[in-house]
């Protein structure tokens, strides 16, 4: 399918080609940042801060930062959030969903995810870092301990305020980045809580979390920190971290609305003799908003920060990726790197939810019109009410949790002793990954062996969340318990189907594909329906809307959650860091196999999903890359 990339930007924006006139860019960098999103900005940002060094920064999105549903709080998903700042990326049908297709949601803007997300700024559990360092040779630069200093670099922490603390909120200071002069998020906790919040906590029976951020969150629940500036109660996005502070920097430039083709490599590849030497790019193909073709040139390294599903894309049009894939695309192989947009998985997003007599919900700013512009009066005003909230309150379930003792048992030993036939039927036909994907899944069954795991988050939205809009629902006011799993087994892939870069890749995350996905999911959206019935939850409980409470057993559960559940929008993996012997894309200093100066930072180098929402990972995975280019540059 043929789109305009540039067709879904808000009609204001459409002739204000960048943020920096294309006709009075330089022609070359030093490096070239291929999406201003989640890490993009990051890197461009801590690159830049060498006056010698230039960088040029190439987005496709535009500057929102304006828009009150991007930068007040209690807006967020609101306005033009999931439609003119989101690519929607639409996913093959689903097998396992009955053949049903979804949408991935990711931000089109300067900002990229971080402009459309719900500011949910916690980290995963340490193992799983550990992990990473593990699969990949024991690498001591990817453990907590050493990747810990990172996240605390990227953020500038506010401590909770009296009152916020009344309401709850916990936080160890020793994990966090305090650092006006070197940290760049603006990372804090809202003015108002919902009532209900604090309710769903006591009823969750989880214990309470001393900080979300501690590397810890496993069987516990607490008040998560947010991506926000607590003093002016503002989203604090990355163009708002590592952009807009520095914005006069001579040697900082930053395009948008421009669409990025592809990569030009010297030496061309023309003749098989010259097949063993390492590419090397030369230069970044880009499309403008009239359809305009142009490159810039680039003297040390290309960083491809485009994201998950974008950044794959992007490298198979250029010509590095399965061969096979390419040919019949009718793209020229210059590099057959063959898991390039393989190991793709995401965290599955379900829901159960209950009609409320609670006084408010967020319901209300939908609902009723004159309520909205009453509280979007007393924000403006003092920075107070519903839409100073970022309503997350967040519980992160052991497996313990979810199976009893005799089924847990069962269920992981029949995951391990199948772990070779699910190996193979994800890795597509290549026997490297297929050890790879092997490796992932042992690791992470010895976690639910030793019932070290947070295999589903479930969180309370103080409103309606679930599959039906709004037209199609009974108007009324909600709450809802959002029940995501964490830890997926499944892994898809995303190609590119023709030649035309404007064309839309495949997109098949095979949710649900591996059984133990689909069980545990299952547990999760039951257990969030027994929350919604437990003390002190009942008192404000008025009747079960979905599933319904015509799902009586597990099996009428698991034919809802193959009908309503949908991606979490935390899609990683297809660029994989991974020895290339185990299907890796990627080494441990993000450069590409067989490339001399090409480097992905973004989600898509996670090896497997992890025990968190990635905005803070991924900041860390930025500024952890921003040191490997620096050291790296003095070879260049």
């Known amino acids: 399918m043929r789109f305009n990339p540039l067709s879904l930007l808000p009609f204001a924006f459409l002739h204000a080609s960048s943020l920096h006139e294309l006709n009075e860019t330089p022609k070359e960098f030093d490096y070239i940042v291929i999406g201003a999103g989640n890490a993009g900005l990051a890197i461009a940002s801590r690159l830049s801060e060498d006056p010698h060094t230039t960088v040029a920064v190439l987005e496709a999105g535009s500057n929102v930062e304006n828009l009150p549903e991007v930068f007040i709080p209690g807006l967020t998903g609101l306005g033009q959030t999931f439609t003119t700042l989101n690519w929607r990326y639409e996913t093959l049908p689903q097998e396992h969903l009955g053949g049903r297709t979804t949408i991935i949601n990711a931000g089109k803007a300067l900002g990229g995810g971080t402009i459309i997300n719900s500011m949910i700024f916690p980290r995963a559990e340490k193992e799983e870092y550990d992990a990473w360092g593990a699969l990949n040779n024991k690498d001591p630069n990817w453990t907590w301990d050493a990747l810990l200093p990172y996240f605390k670099r990227s953020e500038i922490f506010s401590p909770p305020n009296a009152a916020q603390i009344a309401s709850g909120v916990k936080y160890q200071e020793d994990v966090h980045g305090t650092s006006v002069q070197t940290g760049r998020v603006k990372v804090g906790y809202p003015n108002f809580f919902y009532p209900q919040s604090e309710m769903w906590q006591k009823a969750s029976g989880f214990k309470p979390s001393p900080d979300l951020a501690n590397g810890n969150p496993q069987g516990t629940v607490g008040i998560s920190p947010n991506s926000l500036d607590a003093h002016n109660n503002t989203r604090c996005s990355s163009v708002c971290a590592y952009y807009t502070p520095f914005v006069d920097r001579p040697n900082l430039t930053v395009l948008t609305n421009v669409f990025v083709t592809r990569i030009l490599w010297d030496p061309p590849r023309t003749s098989k003799s010259r097949l063993s030497a390492p590419l090397k790019a030369t230069a970044v193909e880009f499309q403008d908003g009239e359809a305009q073709i142009s490159h810039l040139s680039v003297k040390k390294e290309v960083i491809l920060s485009a994201g998950t599903l974008a950044s794959p894309r992007i490298l198979e049009h250029s010509g590095v990726g399965n061969e096979t894939i390419l040919t019949k695309a009718g793209v020229k192989s210059v590099l057959n790197l063959p898991t390039v947009g393989e190991n793709l998985a995401d965290h599955v997003h379900g829901w159960a939810n209950a009609f409320t007599n609670a006084s408010l919900t967020r319901d209300l700013l939908v609902l009723e019109p004159k309520f909205e512009t009453q509280q979007r009066e007393l924000w403006y005003h003092n920075r107070t009410g519903v839409l100073s909230a970022a309503p997350r309150s967040l519980g992160l379930a052991a497996a313990s949790n979810l199976f009893a003792a005799s089924e847990l048992v069962s269920l992981v030993q029949d995951a391990q002793s199948n772990i070779t036939h699910y190996a193979k039927l994800f890795s597509n036909g290549n026997a490297d990954l297929e050890k790879g994907i092997e490796a992932q899944h042992a690791i992470v069954l010895n976690f639910w062996k030793r019932d070290k795991v947070a295999p589903v988050e479930l969180n309370l939205e103080p409103g309606y969340g679930g599959p039906t809009l709004l037209p199609n629902r009974p108007a009324r006011k909600y709450t809802t318990i959002n029940a995501v799993l964490f830890a997926p087994l499944s892994r898809g892939r995303t190609h590119i189907t023709s030649s035309n870069p404007l064309d839309k890749s495949a997109i098949d995350p095979a949710y ?115 040191d490997f280019v620096k050291e790296d540059s003095r070879h260049l």
């Open 512 to 626: 649900y594909a591996h059984p133990l996905d689909l069980a545990t999911h299952v547990k999760a959206i039951e257990l969030g329906r027994k929350m919604l019935r437990t003390p002190p939850l009942d008192s404000i409980y008025e009747g079960e809307y979905e599933p319904g409470e015509d799902k009586k057993t597990e099996q009428d559960v698991t034919t809802w959650a193959r009908g309503a559940s949908a991606s979490d929008n935390h899609v990683i993996g297809t660029l994989a860091m991974m020895p290339k012997e185990l299907g890796g894309v990627v080494d441990t200093r993000l450069r590409v196999y067989g490339i001399q100066n090409v480097r992905v930072v973004d989600a898509s180098v996670i090896p497997f999903p992890i025990s968190a929402h990635l905005e803070s990972t991924i900041y860390m995975i930025a500024e952890r890359a921003a």
